[in-house]
């Protein structure tokens, strides 16, 4: 089970944009659609436990000055989170995601270039980290207000 303490410690809570898309901004749909129209050439996000089961986002933007906006996390940040803090692979990460957006096995098979088997595979090995049985326990848990604790 994730437990707050296990992403805290992680030390994957922030990046930067030019860092996650391996210096191939342009790649980013938040780079194209939303920084590259407001004149930001990189961003830096870092996400911070809010306690009480919230999470924070600061995002460091930079063009000829540099703005700073901290915000509440947004499930489309914290779900990463989470999956970090449970200890899948990345390539489970990557399958995870996928799932989280509505995703078929064949569609994940042919995104990803792998057999439906395999996607297969690595759905049994996330479901056993996460401790659910389908996509829909995977989905609601990732979203709950509050990852469950362990001890």
């Not at 994957?12 to 901004?25: E, F, M, Y």
């Not at 924070?56 to 703005?67: L, N, T």
Request: proline share 4%; net charge positive.
């Amino acid at each position: 089970m994730a437990t707050f303490a296990k992403i805290r410690g992680s030390g994957q809570s922030a990046d930067a944009l030019s860092h996650a898309t391996q210096g191939h901004v342009a790649q980013s749909i938040r780079y194209r659609e939303q920084l590259l129209p407001a004149g930001f050439g990189d961003e830096l996000r870092a996400n911070f436990d809010a306690q009480g089961g919230r999470w924070g986002c600061a995002a460091f933007m930079r063009a000829a000055e540099i703005c700073v906006v901290a915000t509440v996390a947004s499930p489309a940040e914290v779900v990463p989170i989470a999956l970090i803090g449970y200890g899948l692979t990345p390539r489970e990460m990557e399958v995870a995601l996928h799932v989280v957006r509505g995703r078929s096995t064949s569609d994940i098979a042919r995104i990803l270039s792998l057999t439906n088997l395999r996607v297969q595979d690595h759905l049994k090995a996330i479901f056993a980290k996460t401790s659910v049985r389908s996509r829909r326990q995977l989905v609601a848990q990732l979203f709950a207000a509050t990852p469950p604790e362990t001890a």
